[in-house]
C-alpha cells in the first residue's frame, strides 16, 4: 500500500503543530472569576486549569538528572518569566480556590507559581496575605495533630505482592502459568487462594488517556489532575506532579505536535491509539533492533514460552512481552484487515510528520527508508490486533456511603501478563486500578490447580447471555464458563431461594427443603445426618446475616475494619463450600469485597 500513490493521495495526515493561545486562556479565566464569584468553585477550578493549559509557558528541561520535582526546570531568566503572566495570573486565581478548597499545600505551590512566571508585583500583597493564611491553618492542623487531613499531593501507592511470581513477577506466587492445547496459556492456583488474596500487580507498558478525559487524567499515573501542570507546548495534555510531567515529556514529546491531528481523526478512542502509543514507547531504533528477533521467535519458540526473555522471565515492562501477546489478526475478516491496514499506513505517515520518531538514538532526525516505513506500519497492524491485553482505566469514587459508585473511563492500557489469563462470565476475581496499575484480588475461594479467570466482559449478574456473547465475539473469544454453559439468569432473576450442597461431598443436592437428599452419598437429610444438617445450616443462615450486616455497616458508616474484612473472607469461604450457585449472596458477596478493596481492606 505504501508504494500506490493513490492511496498517498486519498489518505492524508495534515500535521497540526500544538499551539498555546492566552487570549483563550484569558477567557477561560475570566469565566472562572464569574463561577468563583458565584461559589461555584469546582467549577471555577475547571476553568482556572483550563486558562493554565492554554496559556503559552516557557520551554522545560525534561533532560536534567536532578531529583524528581525539580528536573523540569523552566528555561529563561525572570525577567523573561514576565512574558507568561497570562500563565502567572491562572496560578494566582487558581490559588483562591485551593484556599477554599482547604488545599492549604496546593494553594502555596500556586502562589509560588504566579510569583514566577509574572504576576504583578503591585498585586502580590493579596497572594501573601493568602499565603500566610494557609501557613496558619497547616500549624493549626499539626498542633491538633491532625496533620493527615491536609495531605493532598501524595498519590495513593498500589499494594505490592508480598512473593512474586519468579518468572511472572506481576503474579503472586499463588498463582503460576500453564499451557494446554485446548485453553492455550492459561493461569491456575499454585496453592489454594482466599477470598481477599492479593494476586496479581501490574504497571501498563504503555497507557492512552480518551479523548474527552485528557488534562484531566495524568497520562502517566493516570491519576485524577485536581491540581494540572501543563505540557509546555500543547493544549491536549496536562500532568498530576512535575514529577510526572519529568517523566512523561520523555514519550510526550514524540507524540506532542500530532496529538490535534491524531483527535481530529477520530482515532483516539480506539485501539489505534494505543498501537500509536506503544510504538512510540518503544522507540524506531528498538524497533528496528528487536522485530526481526521477535519475528523469529514466533517462528521457533513453542506457544507456552512466546513473551519470556532469555533468563525464562515474562517482564510487563518489556517489549517482548508486549509483542507477543496473543492476538486475533488470524480470526479477522477481510474487511478488517483492510481498515487496519489503512489505519496503519495514516498513522505511519503521522509518525514521519511528527519528526520526532524516525530519529537516531541522539534524537537526529533521518530520512526514513522504505523498508523503515514497513516495519513501522507492520507493527503497528500487529499491535492493533490486541483485545485480550488492552484493559480500561476507570476512575471510581465510592458514593453516598457506599449505595452507589461513579465511575469514570479515563483510558485504556497495555497488560501483557493480565492477557495470559483467562475469560468467565463468573471470575472468582475482580480487578480495578491504581492509577496505570492494575490489582487483581480474589473475592471467592480458589482451589490449588483450578484456573484463575478474569472477566473480561460483562459478568452473568448484569448481563444476559446473548450481550456477553456479542461483546465476547469483538475479542474473538467463546466462553465455556459455568454461567454461559448453564444458562445462568442475571441478578434480577436469580430465585430468593438458597440450593445446598451436600455436607460431605460437597455436590449439588436434590429433593425439597423438607426433605433433602444427596445422590451421590445416599443421603436423605430429615432421616439421616439431621443434626449434622440442621447446624450447618445455621451456620451458613449466621454467615448470610453477617455479610448482609456487613454492607449495611458499609452503607450506614462506611467505615469497615480489618477484623470485618476477615469475618468476611471466613463467611464467604463458607458459602462457597455449601450453596449452590447462582444464588443472590453471591452477588451481595462481590459488591462488599468490591468495597473493602476500595478501602485498602
Not at 450481550?467 to 454461559?484: G, T, V
Amino acid at each position: 500500500m505504501w508504494n500506490l500513490e493513490e492511496a498517498h493521495q486519498a489518505f492524508t495526515a495534515p500535521k497540526v503543530c500544538p499551539s498555546k493561545s492566552d487570549d483563550t486562556a484569558e477567557r477561560f479565566r475570566q469565566e472562572g472569576n464569574c463561577l468563583y464569584k458565584k461559589h461555584m468553585f469546582d467549577f471555577a477550578l475547571e476553568h482556572y486549569n483550563l486558562s493554565i493549559l492554554c496559556a503559552h509557558h516557557p520551554n522545560i528541561d525534561s533532560s536534567s538528572t536532578e531529583p524528581a520535582g525539580q528536573n523540569c526546570r523552566s528555561s529563561g531568566s525572570e525577567a523573561d518569566m514576565k512574558m507568561y503572566k497570562t500563565l502567572g495570573y491562572g496560578y494566582a486565581n487558581r490559588s483562591a480556590v485551593q484556599l477554599v478548597r482547604k488545599e492549604y499545600e496546593r494553594c502555596i505551590a500556586d502562589i509560588d507559581l504566579a510569583i514566577k512566571y509574572g504576576y504583578p508585583e503591585e498585586l502580590r500583597s493579596k497572594l501573601e496575605e493568602r499565603r500566610e493564611k494557609c501557613l496558619k491553618a497547616i500549624k493549626k492542623a499539626k498542633r491538633k495533630n491532625a496533620a493527615q487531613k491536609i495531605i493532598y499531593l501524595n498519590k495513593k501507592i498500589p499494594p505490592q505482592l508480598p512473593k512474586p511470581n519468579p518468572s511472572v513477577p506481576s503474579f503472586s506466587d499463588s498463582i503460576k502459568v500453564s499451557y494446554s492445547a485446548t485453553k492455550g496459556r492459561h493461569v491456575v492456583a499454585a496453592r489454594d487462594i482466599r477470598p481477599g488474596d492479593l494476586i496479581a500487580v501490574e504497571k501498563s507498558y504503555c497507557s492512552h488517556n480518551y479523548s474527552d478525559e485528557k488534562g484531566y487524567y495524568c497520562p502517566v499515573c493516570l491519576m485524577e489532575c485536581h491540581n494540572l501542570v501543563p505540557c509546555p507546548t500543547c493544549c491536549k495534555v496536562a500532568f498530576c506532579s512535575d514529577e510526572c510531567r519529568a517523566e512523561g515529556l520523555k514519550i510526550h514529546m514524540k507524540e506532542c505536535n500530532i496529538l490535534q491531528a491524531f483527535d481530529e481523526m477520530d482515532l483516539s478512542d480506539n485501539h489505534a491509539a494505543l498501537a500509536l502509543k506503544c510504538v512510540i514507547q518503544a522507540s524506531f531504533i528498538k524497533l528496528k533492533e528487536i522485530l526481526p528477533k521477535l519475528n523469529s521467535e514466533n517462528l521457533a519458540l513453542s506457544p507456552e514460552n512466546l513473551g519470556f526473555d532469555d533468563n525464562g522471565k515474562f517482564d510487563s515492562a518489556d517489549y517482548r512481552s508486549v509483542y507477543h501477546v496473543v492476538s486475533t489478526k488470524n480470526l479477522k475478516s477481510p474487511d478488517a484487515i483492510n481498515q487496519a491496514c489503512i489505519v496503519a499506513f495514516v498513522l505511519t505517515k503521522i509518525l514521519h510528520l511528527s519528526e520526532k520518531f524516525f530519529i537516531t538514538e541522539e534524537g537526529i532526525p533521518i530520512i526514513p527508508r522504505y523498508e523503515d516505513f514497513i516495519l513501522t506500519g507492520t507493527a503497528l497492524m500487529h499491535h492493533m490486533a490486541y483485545r485480550s491485553a488492552i484493559f480500561t482505566f476507570s476512575d471510581i469514587k465510592v458514593i453516598n456511603h457506599g449505595l452507589s459508585t461513579q465511575k469514570t473511563l479515563a483510558g485504556q492500557g497495555m497488560f501483557p501478563a493480565l492477557s495470559l489469563m483467562r475469560h468467565s462470565c463468573n471470575a472468582p476475581t475482580v480487578y480495578y486500578n491504581y492509577g496505570c496499575v492494575k490489582i487483581v484480588r480474589a473475592f471467592m475461594p480458589i482451589a490449588a490447580g483450578e484456573e484463575v479467570t478474569l472477566a473480561l466482559a460483562d459478568r452473568f449478574i448484569t448481563t444476559p447471555l446473548e450481550n456477553r456473547k456479542l461483546q465476547l465475539k469483538a475479542i474473538s473469544y467463546e466462553c465455556s464458563c459455568e454461567a454461559c454453559l448453564g444458562a445462568w439468569p442475571t441478578a434480577d432473576f436469580i430465585p430468593d431461594e438458597i440450593h445446598w450442597k451436600c455436607i460431605q461431598c460437597y455436590k449439588p443436592i436434590s429433593g425439597t427443603e423438607t426433605s433433602p437428599i444427596c445422590t451421590e452419598c445416599e443421603i436423605c437429610y430429615n432421616k439421616t445426618h439431621a443434626r449434622e444438617w440442621l447446624t450447618m445450616k445455621k451456620k451458613l443462615s449466621q454467615a448470610i446475616t453477617q455479610i448482609q450486616s456487613l454492607m449495611s455497616k458499609f452503607q450506614n458508616e462506611y467505615k469497615v475494619n480489618r477484623s470485618d474484612a476477615n469475618a468476611m473472607h471466613n463467611a464467604t469461604e463458607l458459602l462457597t463450600k455449601h450453596v449452590q450457585q447462582p444464588a443472590k449472596i453471591f452477588t451481595v458477596i462481590r459488591d462488599v469485597y468490591l468495597l473493602l478493596f476500595y478501602s485498602d481492606l
